[in-house]
């Protein structure tokens, strides 16, 4: 499932190729995705404009048009945008083609169907993105996200610090690796009770949860399950994950086997010598 890092390198390389192109036919297919694909609204609001610019809230893709209205896509577990010749013949999964004026289609390919596709007409779009935007946690990279933040949304919470920072109503953008990767740099173990991190740790999250983020993104997100770039090409440099996926692999800092475990349904890996339960009482 794509994270925060690999949204915003795919905006990126959208950024790099859409703005200034017109949508000159729009086709979808007949299935649902994680909510219908609004056929009438895309025709209606989004065909005939020009791309203005990509912009990214949370793991959302906003691709804001000429007049005001924008395209929402979420890639759910599966989804990928592939930017293709407009011969290229059709996957069976390619569930919304935009084809644009350059002779090239931006299709979205989603086996899954968890994605989501939202179209915010002209006339409302303001009010849509305010309300959309509430729902969702603050930015990792904004300066909302900081020690005091984070202290008052876990002061009250018991759950585990590695649930909360997966909390997408609370923290946009971190996923089950980046969190895992996250708590390692940090030598927090992920079990931990939120309410029991003092503001050091919080600080400590801040930090690295930026640098693993920026890093992932400056080495073109990492190749996961089915994310694929926008060109199709699996081709990403593959972060060096520490802990993620690493079971019985020695601890990059003390040579310890790392453990798995599963927290909420989810792949939990943690040194047990650097995250001792000790630690984060300093
Ligand atoms: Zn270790």
Redesign the pocket.
């Known amino acids: 499932m794509p994270e925060l890092p690999e949204v915003e390198v795919i905006r990126r390389e959208l950024l790099a190729q859409l703005p200034g192109r017109t949508i000159e036919h729009i086709a979808c297919s007949r299935h649902r995705l994680r909510t219908a694909i609004p056929r009438q609204p895309l025709q209606e609001h989004i065909l005939g404009r020009s791309i203005r610019t990509i912009d990214r809230r949370a793991k959302y893709l906003l691709i804001r048009l000429s007049d005001g209205a924008s395209l929402v896509i979420h890639l759910g577990m599966s989804g990928k945008l592939t930017l293709v010749d407009r011969r290229t013949p059709r996957h069976k999964h390619d569930h919304l083609v935009l084809s644009l004026d350059d002779a090239r289609d931006l299709r979205l390919n989603d086996s899954r169907r968890f994605g989501s596709v939202v179209v915010w007409p002209a006339a409302h779009a303001e009010t849509a993105e305010r309300v959309f935007s509430a729902g969702e946690g603050v930015e990792p990279f904004g300066a909302e996200f900081n020690e005091d933040y984070l202290l008052r949304i876990a002061s009250n919470r018991k759950i585990p610090v590695k649930a909360l920072l997966m909390h997408a109503k609370l923290i946009a953008g971190i996923g089950n690796i980046y969190a895992n990767e996250i708590l390692f740099a940090t030598r927090i173990h992920p079990l931990t009770p939120a309410c029991q991190l003092k503001r050091r740790d919080w600080q400590k999250i801040v930090t690295e949860a930026r640098r693993i983020l920026q890093q992932a993104i400056d080495t073109g997100g990492s190749t996961i399950a089915d994310f694929l770039g926008t060109s199709g090409h699996p081709g990403y440099f593959q972060l060096q994950f520490k802990v993620y996926g690493r079971k019985d692999a020695p601890?990059t800092?003390?040579r310890?086997p790392i453990m798995r475990t599963t927290l909420a349904g989810r792949a939990t890996y943690f040194?047990p010598?650097?995250q001792s339960t000790d630690n984060c009482h300093h």
């Open positions: 601890c800092h003390c310890q040194c010598l650097c």
